[in-house]
Protein backbone atom coordinates (compact mmCIF):
# COMPACT_ATOMS: atom_id res chain seq x y z
CA UNK A 1 0.00 0.00 0.00
CA UNK A 2 3.08 2.11 0.42
CA UNK A 3 3.90 5.23 3.17
CA UNK A 4 1.12 7.50 4.31
CA UNK A 5 1.53 10.96 3.59
CA UNK A 6 0.08 13.67 5.04
CA UNK A 7 0.16 17.19 3.76
CA UNK A 8 -2.21 20.48 5.19
CA UNK A 9 -2.02 23.98 3.22
CA UNK A 10 -2.13 27.41 5.87
CA UNK A 11 -1.41 30.59 5.16
CA UNK A 12 1.92 30.83 6.07
CA UNK A 13 3.08 27.68 4.86
CA UNK A 14 2.65 23.96 4.04
CA UNK A 15 3.06 21.19 6.97
CA UNK A 16 3.92 17.60 5.40
CA UNK A 17 3.89 14.20 7.28
CA UNK A 18 5.90 11.36 5.99
CA UNK A 19 5.92 7.83 7.04
CA UNK A 20 9.69 7.03 6.72
CA UNK A 21 11.39 4.24 8.08
CA UNK A 22 13.49 6.31 10.62
CA UNK A 23 12.82 9.62 12.24
CA UNK A 24 14.55 13.01 11.35
CA UNK A 25 17.62 11.70 9.40
CA UNK A 26 16.94 13.24 5.97
CA UNK A 27 20.24 11.42 4.28
CA UNK A 28 18.45 7.75 4.75
CA UNK A 29 14.93 8.94 4.62
CA UNK A 30 14.43 8.29 0.65
CA UNK A 31 10.81 9.05 0.18
CA UNK A 32 10.92 12.86 0.28
CA UNK A 33 13.25 14.83 -1.17
CA UNK A 34 13.91 18.76 -1.61
CA UNK A 35 14.12 19.54 -5.17
CA UNK A 36 14.64 23.05 -4.91
CA UNK A 37 14.07 25.63 -1.97
CA UNK A 38 10.41 25.92 -2.99
CA UNK A 39 9.45 22.60 -4.29
CA UNK A 40 9.61 19.14 -2.89
CA UNK A 41 8.72 15.64 -3.65
CA UNK A 42 7.90 12.75 -2.12
CA UNK A 43 6.84 9.37 -3.17
CA UNK A 44 4.87 6.64 -2.18
CA UNK A 45 4.13 2.85 -3.36
CA UNK A 46 7.04 1.15 -4.61
CA UNK A 47 9.96 2.87 -3.18
CA UNK A 48 12.10 1.10 -5.74
CA UNK A 49 10.85 2.45 -8.22
CA UNK A 50 10.10 5.71 -6.84
CA UNK A 51 13.93 6.08 -6.11
CA UNK A 52 14.52 5.07 -10.08
CA UNK A 53 12.15 7.35 -11.84
CA UNK A 54 13.70 9.96 -9.87
CA UNK A 55 17.17 9.33 -10.61
CA UNK A 56 16.33 8.26 -14.28
CA UNK A 57 13.57 10.45 -15.17
CA UNK A 58 13.40 13.32 -12.96
CA UNK A 59 16.63 14.70 -12.28
CA UNK A 60 18.13 14.35 -16.30
CA UNK A 61 14.99 15.21 -18.06
CA UNK A 62 13.20 17.75 -15.63
CA UNK A 63 14.77 21.66 -15.56
CA UNK A 64 14.64 21.51 -11.51
CA UNK A 65 15.36 24.98 -10.95
CA UNK A 66 12.15 26.08 -12.31
CA UNK A 67 8.55 26.70 -10.03
CA UNK A 68 6.38 24.28 -8.85
CA UNK A 69 3.94 24.38 -11.89
CA UNK A 70 6.60 24.23 -14.69
CA UNK A 71 8.40 20.77 -12.50
CA UNK A 72 5.31 19.17 -12.47
CA UNK A 73 4.08 19.43 -15.97
CA UNK A 74 7.23 18.55 -16.92
CA UNK A 75 7.53 15.75 -14.95
CA UNK A 76 4.13 14.57 -15.97
CA UNK A 77 4.99 14.60 -19.13
CA UNK A 78 8.44 12.30 -18.83
CA UNK A 79 6.63 9.98 -16.06
CA UNK A 80 4.01 8.90 -18.53
CA UNK A 81 6.40 8.40 -21.37
CA UNK A 82 8.35 5.74 -18.65
CA UNK A 83 5.90 3.69 -17.83
CA UNK A 84 4.78 3.33 -21.09
CA UNK A 85 8.11 2.53 -22.18
CA UNK A 86 9.22 0.30 -19.29
CA UNK A 87 5.50 -0.98 -19.13
CA UNK A 88 5.41 -1.16 -15.49
CA UNK A 89 3.21 -2.54 -13.65
CA UNK A 90 3.44 -1.37 -10.11
CA UNK A 91 0.87 1.68 -8.81
CA UNK A 92 3.58 5.05 -8.23
CA UNK A 93 2.59 7.84 -7.06
CA UNK A 94 4.37 11.56 -6.46
CA UNK A 95 3.34 14.55 -4.75
CA UNK A 96 4.82 17.71 -5.26
CA UNK A 97 4.59 20.42 -2.35
CA UNK A 98 5.55 23.85 -3.26
CA UNK A 99 5.49 27.66 -4.11
CA UNK A 100 4.68 29.63 -7.28
CA UNK A 101 6.66 32.50 -7.96
CA UNK A 102 3.87 34.33 -7.04
CA UNK A 103 3.69 33.05 -3.66
CA UNK A 104 0.81 30.47 -4.24
CA UNK A 105 0.72 27.06 -2.21
CA UNK A 106 0.41 24.20 -4.45
CA UNK A 107 -0.01 20.38 -4.06
CA UNK A 108 0.04 18.35 -6.88
CA UNK A 109 0.06 14.82 -6.81
CA UNK A 110 0.87 12.16 -10.07
CA UNK A 111 -0.60 9.05 -9.55
CA UNK A 112 -0.48 6.26 -12.10
CA UNK A 113 -1.90 2.77 -11.53
CA UNK A 114 -3.65 0.32 -13.54
CA UNK A 115 -2.08 1.57 -17.07
CA UNK A 116 -3.57 4.93 -15.93
CA UNK A 117 -2.43 8.50 -14.93
CA UNK A 118 -3.87 11.08 -13.47
CA UNK A 119 -2.21 14.61 -11.96
CA UNK A 120 -4.78 16.23 -9.16
CA UNK A 121 -3.98 19.84 -7.45
CA UNK A 122 -5.44 19.48 -3.34
CA UNK A 123 -6.55 22.10 -0.98
CA UNK A 124 -6.31 22.20 1.57
CA UNK A 125 -5.07 19.03 2.47
CA UNK A 126 -3.50 15.77 0.49
CA UNK A 127 -3.04 12.51 1.54
CA UNK A 128 -0.81 9.95 -0.23
CA UNK A 129 -3.82 7.37 -0.66
CA UNK A 130 -7.36 7.96 0.67
CA UNK A 131 -7.53 8.68 4.55
CA UNK A 132 -11.01 9.00 6.51
CA UNK A 133 -9.44 9.72 9.36
CA UNK A 134 -7.18 12.75 8.34
CA UNK A 135 -10.04 14.15 5.98
CA UNK A 136 -12.89 13.73 9.16
CA UNK A 137 -9.65 15.76 11.46
CA UNK A 138 -9.03 18.34 8.92
CA UNK A 139 -12.47 18.65 8.49
CA UNK A 140 -13.43 19.14 12.22
CA UNK A 141 -10.12 21.31 13.55
CA UNK A 142 -9.10 23.39 9.97
CA UNK A 143 -9.56 26.66 9.91
CA UNK A 144 -8.34 28.93 7.44
CA UNK A 145 -5.87 30.36 9.30
CA UNK A 146 -4.13 27.69 10.91
CA UNK A 147 -0.57 28.45 11.85
CA UNK A 148 1.94 26.59 10.02
CA UNK A 149 3.14 25.01 13.59
CA UNK A 150 -0.85 23.58 14.38
CA UNK A 151 -0.77 22.35 10.66
CA UNK A 152 2.56 20.48 11.77
CA UNK A 153 0.88 19.03 15.14
CA UNK A 154 -2.48 18.18 12.97
CA UNK A 155 -0.42 16.17 10.64
CA UNK A 156 1.48 14.54 13.12
CA UNK A 157 -1.85 13.95 14.89
CA UNK A 158 -3.37 12.54 12.17
CA UNK A 159 -0.43 10.30 10.98
CA UNK A 160 -0.36 8.63 14.74
CA UNK A 161 -4.28 8.42 14.63
CA UNK A 162 -4.44 6.70 11.35
CA UNK A 163 -1.85 4.32 11.97
CA UNK A 164 -3.44 3.29 15.34
CA UNK A 165 -6.48 2.76 13.44
CA UNK A 166 -5.15 0.90 10.48
CA UNK A 167 -2.80 -1.45 13.27
CA UNK A 168 -4.63 -4.51 12.64
CA UNK A 169 -4.35 -4.27 8.64
CA UNK A 170 -1.38 -5.06 6.70
CA UNK A 171 -1.25 -1.77 5.22
CA UNK A 172 1.74 -0.48 7.72
CA UNK A 173 5.26 -0.32 6.19
CA UNK A 174 6.75 1.51 8.56
CA UNK A 175 7.09 2.64 12.32
CA UNK A 176 8.15 6.70 12.21
CA UNK A 177 7.32 9.42 10.47
CA UNK A 178 8.98 12.36 9.48
CA UNK A 179 7.45 16.21 9.71
CA UNK A 180 8.57 18.54 6.99
CA UNK A 181 7.22 22.19 6.18
CA UNK A 182 8.19 24.63 3.64
CA UNK A 183 7.51 28.54 4.38
CA UNK A 184 7.15 30.60 1.33
CA UNK A 185 9.88 32.57 2.07
CA UNK A 186 12.10 30.74 4.06
CA UNK A 187 11.61 27.44 1.87
CA UNK A 188 11.80 23.82 2.92
CA UNK A 189 13.64 22.60 6.45
CA UNK A 190 13.05 19.35 8.52
CA UNK A 191 11.79 19.43 11.61
CA UNK A 192 15.10 17.48 13.68
CA UNK A 193 14.03 14.43 15.98
CA UNK A 194 13.78 16.33 19.20
CA UNK A 195 11.63 18.57 17.61
CA UNK A 196 9.16 15.77 16.20
CA UNK A 197 9.40 13.88 19.69
CA UNK A 198 8.31 17.22 21.17
CA UNK A 199 5.70 17.35 18.82
CA UNK A 200 4.40 13.37 19.68
CA UNK A 201 4.27 13.89 23.08
CA UNK A 202 2.39 16.95 22.92
CA UNK A 203 -0.05 15.15 20.55
CA UNK A 204 -0.43 12.27 23.57
CA UNK A 205 -1.22 14.86 26.01
CA UNK A 206 -3.73 16.23 23.24
CA UNK A 207 -4.94 12.97 22.59
CA UNK A 208 -5.47 12.39 26.23
CA UNK A 209 -7.29 15.51 27.28
CA UNK A 210 -9.59 14.44 24.45
CA UNK A 211 -10.60 11.42 26.09
CA UNK A 212 -11.24 12.99 28.99
CA UNK A 213 -13.43 15.64 27.92
CA UNK A 214 -15.07 13.32 26.08
CA UNK A 215 -15.75 10.87 28.74
CA UNK A 216 -19.32 11.78 30.06
CA UNK A 217 -20.16 13.16 26.60
CA UNK A 218 -22.67 10.13 26.28
CA UNK A 219 -24.57 9.55 29.77
CA UNK A 220 -27.98 10.34 29.41
CA UNK A 221 -29.47 13.99 30.28
CA UNK A 222 -32.57 13.26 32.68
CA UNK B 1 -20.16 0.91 0.41
CA UNK B 2 -22.17 2.16 3.54
CA UNK B 3 -20.96 2.17 7.62
CA UNK B 4 -22.10 -1.10 9.21
CA UNK B 5 -21.33 -1.91 13.03
CA UNK B 6 -22.25 -4.32 15.82
CA UNK B 7 -21.20 -2.90 18.55
CA UNK B 8 -21.18 -4.41 22.78
CA UNK B 9 -22.54 -2.94 25.44
CA UNK B 10 -22.23 -4.70 28.82
CA UNK B 11 -25.98 -5.49 28.50
CA UNK B 12 -26.66 -6.43 24.64
CA UNK B 13 -25.88 -5.50 21.42
CA UNK B 14 -26.53 -2.31 19.03
CA UNK B 15 -26.63 -3.00 15.53
CA UNK B 16 -26.77 0.13 13.05
CA UNK B 17 -26.25 1.37 9.57
CA UNK B 18 -26.87 4.04 7.33
CA UNK B 19 -29.30 3.55 4.57
CA UNK B 20 -27.46 4.83 1.65
CA UNK B 21 -27.44 1.91 -1.34
CA UNK B 22 -24.22 0.85 -3.80
CA UNK B 23 -23.68 -0.74 -7.21
CA UNK B 24 -25.65 -1.09 -10.10
CA UNK B 25 -29.32 0.62 -10.70
CA UNK B 26 -29.53 1.43 -6.46
CA UNK B 27 -26.27 3.74 -6.68
CA UNK B 28 -27.09 7.23 -5.06
CA UNK B 29 -30.04 5.32 -3.41
CA UNK B 30 -30.86 6.23 0.60
CA UNK B 31 -33.48 3.75 0.62
CA UNK B 32 -32.13 0.64 0.83
CA UNK B 33 -33.40 -2.21 3.70
CA UNK B 34 -30.44 -3.97 5.07
CA UNK B 35 -32.01 -4.93 8.58
CA UNK B 36 -33.94 -7.84 9.40
CA UNK B 37 -34.92 -9.97 12.58
CA UNK B 38 -34.17 -13.24 12.21
CA UNK B 39 -35.83 -15.03 15.56
CA UNK B 40 -36.60 -13.40 18.63
CA UNK B 41 -32.83 -13.11 19.72
CA UNK B 42 -30.87 -12.47 16.65
CA UNK B 43 -31.13 -9.84 13.84
CA UNK B 44 -28.97 -9.80 10.23
CA UNK B 45 -27.79 -6.94 8.34
CA UNK B 46 -25.21 -6.66 5.27
CA UNK B 47 -23.71 -3.66 3.25
CA UNK B 48 -21.87 -2.84 0.12
CA UNK B 49 -23.91 -4.69 -2.93
CA UNK B 50 -27.25 -3.50 -2.32
CA UNK B 51 -29.01 -6.31 -4.64
CA UNK B 52 -27.78 -9.57 -3.71
CA UNK B 53 -27.49 -8.06 0.29
CA UNK B 54 -30.85 -7.78 0.64
CA UNK B 55 -31.67 -11.16 -1.32
CA UNK B 56 -29.03 -12.77 1.38
CA UNK B 57 -30.61 -11.48 4.68
CA UNK B 58 -34.01 -12.42 3.06
CA UNK B 59 -33.00 -15.60 2.42
CA UNK B 60 -31.79 -16.64 5.40
CA UNK B 61 -34.72 -15.37 7.48
CA UNK B 62 -36.94 -17.52 5.15
CA UNK B 63 -34.27 -20.32 5.78
CA UNK B 64 -34.97 -20.19 9.97
CA UNK B 65 -38.47 -19.91 9.67
CA UNK B 66 -38.92 -22.89 7.75
CA UNK B 67 -36.49 -25.21 9.92
CA UNK B 68 -37.19 -23.33 13.38
CA UNK B 69 -36.55 -27.15 15.35
CA UNK B 70 -33.09 -26.76 13.74
CA UNK B 71 -32.35 -23.09 13.41
CA UNK B 72 -33.29 -22.12 16.56
CA UNK B 73 -30.10 -20.71 18.41
CA UNK B 74 -27.59 -18.50 17.47
CA UNK B 75 -25.01 -20.70 16.55
CA UNK B 76 -26.79 -23.30 13.78
CA UNK B 77 -27.98 -20.34 12.59
CA UNK B 78 -24.80 -18.73 11.97
CA UNK B 79 -22.94 -22.28 10.38
CA UNK B 80 -26.62 -22.41 8.17
CA UNK B 81 -25.45 -17.99 7.07
CA UNK B 82 -22.76 -18.79 5.35
CA UNK B 83 -23.99 -21.16 2.93
CA UNK B 84 -27.08 -19.27 2.12
CA UNK B 85 -24.84 -15.84 1.60
CA UNK B 86 -22.49 -17.13 -0.91
CA UNK B 87 -25.41 -19.04 -2.46
CA UNK B 88 -27.50 -16.05 -3.47
CA UNK B 89 -24.80 -13.67 -4.33
CA UNK B 90 -23.21 -16.63 -6.50
CA UNK B 91 -27.27 -16.57 -8.33
CA UNK B 92 -27.15 -12.90 -8.01
CA UNK B 93 -23.37 -12.54 -9.77
CA UNK B 94 -24.95 -15.46 -12.63
CA UNK B 95 -27.16 -13.36 -13.52
CA UNK B 96 -25.24 -9.97 -13.39
CA UNK B 97 -22.64 -12.25 -16.31
CA UNK B 98 -25.85 -13.26 -18.22
CA UNK B 99 -26.89 -9.50 -18.40
CA UNK B 100 -23.27 -8.88 -20.17
CA UNK B 101 -22.54 -6.96 -16.72
CA UNK B 102 -19.15 -7.27 -15.30
CA UNK B 103 -18.66 -6.85 -11.12
CA UNK B 104 -15.77 -5.15 -10.08
CA UNK B 105 -13.78 -7.15 -7.51
CA UNK B 106 -13.92 -4.24 -4.84
CA UNK B 107 -17.80 -4.22 -5.08
CA UNK B 108 -18.82 -6.14 -1.97
CA UNK B 109 -21.39 -7.41 0.22
CA UNK B 110 -21.07 -8.01 3.36
CA UNK B 111 -23.03 -9.87 6.59
CA UNK B 112 -23.28 -9.24 10.20
CA UNK B 113 -25.73 -11.63 12.51
CA UNK B 114 -25.52 -10.91 15.56
CA UNK B 115 -27.48 -12.03 18.56
CA UNK B 116 -28.12 -14.09 22.13
CA UNK B 117 -26.27 -17.28 21.63
CA UNK B 118 -28.63 -19.07 24.62
CA UNK B 119 -25.63 -21.59 24.48
CA UNK B 120 -22.99 -19.95 25.30
CA UNK B 121 -25.45 -17.52 27.35
CA UNK B 122 -23.58 -14.22 25.41
CA UNK B 123 -23.64 -11.92 22.38
CA UNK B 124 -22.11 -13.43 19.81
CA UNK B 125 -21.42 -11.37 16.15
CA UNK B 126 -20.35 -13.12 13.18
CA UNK B 127 -19.53 -11.35 9.60
CA UNK B 128 -19.27 -12.62 6.55
CA UNK B 129 -18.12 -10.83 3.30
CA UNK B 130 -17.85 -11.90 -0.32
CA UNK B 131 -16.14 -13.24 -2.24
CA UNK B 132 -15.02 -16.24 -0.12
CA UNK B 133 -17.55 -16.06 2.82
CA UNK B 134 -15.79 -17.36 5.54
CA UNK B 135 -17.25 -16.49 9.02
CA UNK B 136 -15.42 -14.65 11.59
CA UNK B 137 -16.29 -14.61 14.88
CA UNK B 138 -15.69 -11.40 17.29
CA UNK B 139 -15.31 -10.62 21.14
CA UNK B 140 -15.89 -7.25 20.53
CA UNK B 141 -16.98 -4.68 17.98
CA UNK B 142 -17.31 -5.09 14.43
CA UNK B 143 -16.90 -1.92 12.16
CA UNK B 144 -17.29 -2.71 8.52
CA UNK B 145 -17.08 -1.07 5.00
CA UNK B 146 -16.51 2.32 5.72
CA UNK B 147 -15.12 1.71 8.96
CA UNK B 148 -11.93 4.12 9.39
CA UNK B 149 -13.72 7.09 11.11
CA UNK B 150 -15.89 5.37 13.12
CA UNK B 151 -12.79 3.48 14.45
CA UNK B 152 -11.25 6.80 15.36
CA UNK B 153 -14.08 8.17 17.26
CA UNK B 154 -15.04 4.74 18.90
CA UNK B 155 -11.01 4.95 20.39
CA UNK B 156 -11.82 7.94 22.15
CA UNK B 157 -15.42 7.64 22.85
CA UNK B 158 -16.55 3.58 23.88
CA UNK B 159 -16.37 2.29 27.12
CA UNK B 160 -16.79 -0.98 28.56
CA UNK B 161 -19.35 -0.14 31.18
CA UNK B 162 -21.84 1.18 28.19
CA UNK B 163 -25.35 0.36 28.34
CA UNK B 164 -27.25 -0.62 25.36
CA UNK B 165 -29.14 2.93 25.99
CA UNK B 166 -26.13 4.89 25.83
CA UNK B 167 -24.21 2.66 22.88
CA UNK B 168 -27.48 3.41 20.22
CA UNK B 169 -26.77 6.90 20.88
CA UNK B 170 -23.07 6.70 20.20
CA UNK B 171 -23.90 4.65 17.22
CA UNK B 172 -26.37 7.41 15.76
CA UNK B 173 -23.32 9.68 16.40
CA UNK B 174 -20.77 7.12 14.25
CA UNK B 175 -22.95 7.37 11.62
CA UNK B 176 -23.65 10.97 11.26
CA UNK B 177 -20.00 12.15 12.17
CA UNK B 178 -18.44 9.63 9.07
CA UNK B 179 -21.76 11.21 6.70
CA UNK B 180 -19.57 14.17 7.38
CA UNK B 181 -16.74 13.01 5.19
CA UNK B 182 -17.83 10.04 3.48
CA UNK B 183 -20.62 10.52 0.55
CA UNK B 184 -20.89 6.77 0.52
CA UNK B 185 -22.28 6.78 3.90
CA UNK B 186 -26.24 8.54 4.37
CA UNK B 187 -29.43 8.88 4.69
CA UNK B 188 -31.87 7.77 7.10
CA UNK B 189 -30.39 5.58 10.21
CA UNK B 190 -31.64 2.04 10.85
CA UNK B 191 -30.66 0.58 14.65
CA UNK B 192 -31.95 -2.22 16.41
CA UNK B 193 -30.30 -3.44 19.92
CA UNK B 194 -30.24 -7.08 21.02
CA UNK B 195 -30.98 -7.41 24.56
CA UNK B 196 -31.39 -10.70 27.21
CA UNK B 197 -34.77 -9.12 28.39
CA UNK B 198 -36.41 -7.85 25.35
CA UNK B 199 -34.45 -9.64 22.69
CA UNK B 200 -34.18 -7.94 19.08
CA UNK B 201 -35.78 -4.59 18.88
CA UNK B 202 -35.48 -2.47 16.18
CA UNK B 203 -35.94 1.78 16.51
CA UNK B 204 -38.64 3.29 14.21
CA UNK B 205 -37.68 5.98 12.48
CA UNK B 206 -39.48 8.47 15.05
CA UNK B 207 -37.42 7.04 17.61
CA UNK B 208 -33.86 7.99 15.81
CA UNK B 209 -34.98 10.91 15.28
CA UNK B 210 -35.30 11.85 18.89
CA UNK B 211 -32.20 10.52 19.30
CA UNK B 212 -30.69 12.42 16.44
CA UNK B 213 -32.28 15.12 17.90
CA UNK B 214 -30.50 14.84 21.77
CA UNK B 215 -27.62 14.53 19.79
CA UNK B 216 -27.20 17.92 18.27
CA UNK B 217 -26.13 19.73 21.33
CA UNK B 218 -23.42 16.49 21.49
CA UNK B 219 -22.45 17.19 17.85
CA UNK B 220 -21.58 20.83 18.99
CA UNK B 221 -20.03 19.63 21.99
CA UNK B 222 -17.29 17.35 20.27
CA UNK B 223 -16.48 19.77 17.64
CA UNK B 224 -15.87 22.19 20.53
CA UNK B 225 -13.46 19.60 22.45
CA UNK B 226 -11.79 18.95 19.58
CA UNK B 227 -10.74 22.51 19.03
CA UNK B 228 -9.91 23.30 22.46
CA UNK B 229 -7.86 20.42 22.29
CA UNK B 230 -5.86 21.28 19.17
CA UNK B 231 -5.42 25.32 20.99
CA UNK B 232 -4.04 23.68 23.59
Not at chain 1, 63 to 68: C, E, N, P, V
Not at chain 1, 89 to 110: A, D, R, V
Amino acid sequence: MGNMIIAIQTLTGIAIAVESPHLAQPEETPNIIPVNPLTVLAYHETLPLGEQMVETVLRPQVDLDSDIISIATQADHAFRKFVAQEEVQSPIGFLFFGYTPKGEGTMLGWFYADDQTRTTRFFPYCTSRPNPVVGYLVKKVYTPDISLTKALELAAYAMTQSKIVLAQRPTIEYEGFNLVAIHPERGFFWLDKEAIESIVKHNEERDRALCIKCADLFLNER
Amino acid sequence: MTLAMALRAYDGLVLATDSRATGGAHQSEDTSEKFLQVNRDTGVMTYGLAVPGYAGISRLVETVKSKREELTYFRPIAEAAGSVFRAEYKEWLTSQKQQGHEIPEELKVGFILGGYDSATNQFSISHWESPEFQERQYDGDLLAAQWHTARFLLNKLFYPEISVAQLRELAVFLLVETAITEPTVGGPLQLATITLGQGFQRLHEKDINEILQRSQKRFCQFRKILLEVFAL
